[in-house]
């Protein structure tokens, strides 16, 4: 069975910030490309769908426009997941 793994670890919060603030996708994409970072809607979708990955800089500018931290658009158990990941990549050898 092949193990598929999310190609982001904030696309939720993303989505959940967005929500809580009354954003629509077009408007957080609109939004990012005014303060320099070009990011269509459909880009947008697949980073909350975990399905794209999303670059520093990217992060950086929607947290921005988004008016939070970097770490909230982290899930909140983020280091204890990442912590427990490695340790089991390390059992493998991997």
Known sequence: MEHKFAANAVGAQIRRVRYRQNV??????????????????????????????????ELFVMARVLG?????????????????QTRKNLKRGG
Do not use: H, N
């Not at 939070?68 to 427990?84: G, H």
């Open 68 to 84: 939070v931290a970097v770490k909230e658009l982290f899930p909140p158990d983020f280091a204890r997941i990442l912590k427990q």
């Open 24 to 57: 629509t996708q077009e408007m957080l994409a609109a939004r990012c490309t005014v303060a320099g970072c070009e990011i269509s809607r459909g880009t947008l979708a697949k980073i909350e769908a975990q399905i794209r990955g999303v670059s520093d800089m």
